[in-house]
């Protein structure tokens, strides 16, 4: 009898196998006919069967999660698979599919609406890191055109297509059974297939050679018909940390395989990037269950504290490297266009995250409060800043955005009500002579590639973002704060179409695989990813003690600044950025005293507090205020 352990051990052999050949038939035959024509057997193998074996009747409410795993799961994966092969070599791709098993667990998390273990993006993280040693050599070559990076984009995406195939095929296949699902759904993903077909395809068919032949028996039967039956019938039986843990071996396989049988070379970036891959996979799969083995000395490993600095300083270190990425960008490409293309983006992740989510309606006044933090904060941050670091170094940029509590405290002061302690007022003193002097310093530094009007814009940019987080504070305690950033975020994606100029066609079509990478960068590790951890870590330590984390963000981006972008190291950056950072640590301190004390109660709008929280009811809603803007930017 074929136990499900021995039917995933099959699986995974003949997977690991697999690239070897998908590679070898991309190049000899042509990704587009390979596909058609292994697919066309595979039909042909499927269709007997599926007349042969008893089946049952589809009810009409599976027919569009059929549906959905037949095109989106097996065509795009098959896609994905075949155009990526025909670019990277074989074990190149069997690495990027050992992302698998995290891609499983994130779109299981996803699909159910729950969040992640923290150790899922901990893991993410390693995997995304990984992912960039491995292709390191080329993003920096410049006079390559990016067929590797490409390549692997479409693995990649091919592993998040059957990640998605996984996940919704899994109660279908416990209510119909392993071989009916795995036949129709092939057979419906071939349909999309076929639309390939060319002439050439009939002549690649008949001038194939005795090997294409025997390569292409070997993923028709045994990859295409018994590996994805064995699969669905073992995926179905195991649990999910079972059948990730399995999947470890394809990129083993992988990688031997193609230095065996295709002679590639395996290289040092190669081992280092797929050992962070699949560390990273491994610490997303396994590390709940270990830590919870663990002895008492190693206890807090297993401490919710330890996983929420984990995520807090995951979050302060990625909004550090914010503007060292965005300076790279637009020193090479107009701001207008960096804008169009990592805010339309943005903003079809967070359409997407709404329809996953749900949000209740709104009222009158809560759409002006999100429309005011939309148009006026968001979009006002994000413009002034992209147009403003055309003009400052990232480094000055990164110090001058340590302001931010101080706006923060001042719009809460002006639009909420709140009181203005002496203690905000010395300290915004102190901290706005370190901006002078940071300024003053570096416009009259010779040689200095600091603009004056970009200091000025990089500071109402941090205005804009005291803007949006009074504004939309409310809305959070009321909505969610997930759900109402992702509303914002699709608003402000909406006033980018007036960026788009003549001629922006031909500077996306220009852009380097650095390029996209970077936009990648931004769109997800630099908003949503942080978004997700900075609300685990804040749900679960004070205010004060995540906020003393937010000094770490200008000094990295200094850091990134200097190292990555060959930025100088100069004295006002020293002295200036020091006195910020000063001058805001005086302003919170007190705040750290207070933290103690109940929370505050939202305010109900634009209006004054009551008289009796005036006192204590400020100190404690600048803490609230300042808490909130760093968890939804």
Not at 153 to 160: A, K, N, R
Not at 339 to 368: E, K, N, Y
Not at 535 to 563: D, E, K
Request: proline fraction near 5%; hydrophobic fraction near 55%; include cysteine.
């Amino acid at each position: 009898m074929i136990t499900p352990v021995n039917a995933m051990l099959f699986t995974m052999l003949v997977w690991g196998v697999g690239p070897v050949f998908i590679r070898s038939l991309s190049v000899g035959l042509g990704a587009a006919d390979a596909l058609v024509i292994r697919y066309v057997l595979v039909c042909i193998g499927y269709s007997i069967g599926l007349y042969v074996a008893s089946r049952r009747r589809i009810d009409r409410k599976d027919w569009p999660r059929v549906l959905f795993i037949s095109f989106v799961g097996i065509f795009g994966y098959n896609i994905g698979s075949v155009f990526g092969f025909e670019l990277v070599p074989a074990g190149v791709g069997g690495i990027i599919i050992g992302t698998q098993p995290l891609l499983i667990v994130l779109t299981a998390a996803i699909v159910s609406r729950s969040l992640p273990a923290p150790a899922a993006f901990v893991g993410l993280f390693l995997a995304f890191a990984g992912t960039a040693i491995l292709f390191w050599n080329d993003l920096i070559r410049e006079d390559d055109h990016g067929n590797l990076l490409l390549g692997g984009t479409y693995i990649f995406l091919s592993g998040l297509a059957w990640a998605l195939y996984v996940v919704f095929a899994k109660p279908l296949i416990l209510r119909y059974g392993t071989y009916q699902i795995t036949a129709l759904t092939i057979l419906l993903g071939t349909i999309p297939i076929l639309g390939f077909t060319s002439f050439s395809t009939f002549e690649t068919l008949f001038s194939m050679t005795s090997r294409q032949w025997a390569e292409m028996f070997y993923m028709v039967v045994i990859a295409g018909l018994m590996a994805t039956v064995t699969w669905n019938f073992a995926a179905s039986r195991l649990s999910s940390v079972a059948t990730g843990a399995f999947l470890y071996l394809v990129p083993v396989i992988a990688v031997s395989t193609g230095a065996l049988l295709l002679g590639e070379r395996i290289t040092l970036s190669m081992i280092a990037g797929g050992v962070l891959i699949l560390l990273g996979v491994a610490i997303a799969q396994y590390v709940e269950s270990f830590s919870a083995r663990l002895p008492a000395t190693f206890r807090f490993l297993r401490a919710p504290l330890f996983y929420a600095y984990v995520a807090i300083a995951f979050s302060v270190v990625m909004w550090g490297l914010v503007p060292v990425a965005v300076r790279f960008l637009v020193s090479d490409i107009r701001p207008e266009t960096v804008l169009v293309l990592r805010l339309f983006p943005t903003g079809i992740v967070a359409v997407s995250a709404l329809l996953i989510l749900g949000m209740r309606p709104l009222d009158r006044q809560d759409w002006m409060r999100v429309l005011t933090a939309a148009l006026i904060g968001n979009c006002g941050y994000q413009i002034l800043a992209h147009f403003g670091l055309k003009l400052v170094p990232a480094s000055w940029t990164g110090m001058i955005y340590g302001l931010e509590p101080l706006f923060i405290a001042l719009f809460a002061i002006a639009l909420a009500g709140e009181r203005l302690t002496l203690q905000l007022a010395i300290g915004m003193a102190i901290a706005l002579s370190g901006v002078a002097i940071l300024t003053l310093g570096g416009v009259a530094s010779p040689g200095s590639d600091v603009s004056l009007i970009g200091v000025m814009l990089v500071i109402m940019s941090t205005m804009g973002w005291g803007i949006y987080t009074v504004a939309i504070r409310p809305l959070t305690q009321k909505h969610g704060s997930l759900e109402t950033a992702c509303l914002t975020l699709a608003i402000s994606a909406i006033p980018m179409v007036a960026f788009v100029r003549p001629g922006i066609e031909l500077e996306i079509a220009a852009l380097a695989p650095l390029h996209w990478a970077i936009l990648v960068f931004l769109i997800l590790c630099g908003t949503f990813l942080t978004l997700i951890l900075w609300n685990y870590g804040v749900s679960r330590i004070h205010s004060s003690a995540a906020g003393m984390w937010l000094y770490v963000q200008p000094v990295v981006a200094a850091a990134g600044g200097v190292l990555l972008l060959g930025e100088t190291l100069s004295w006002p950056l020293v002295v200036g950025g020091s006195i910020i950072i000063a001058g805001v640590a005086i302003s919170q301190w007190q705040h750290v005293e207070t933290e103690k004390s109940p929370p505050a109660q939202p305010d109900a709008g634009f209006a004054s507090a009551p008289r009796r929280h005036r006192i204590r009811g400020a100190v404690e809603r600048l803490v609230a205020s300042a808490k909130e803007a760093e968890r939804l930017k």
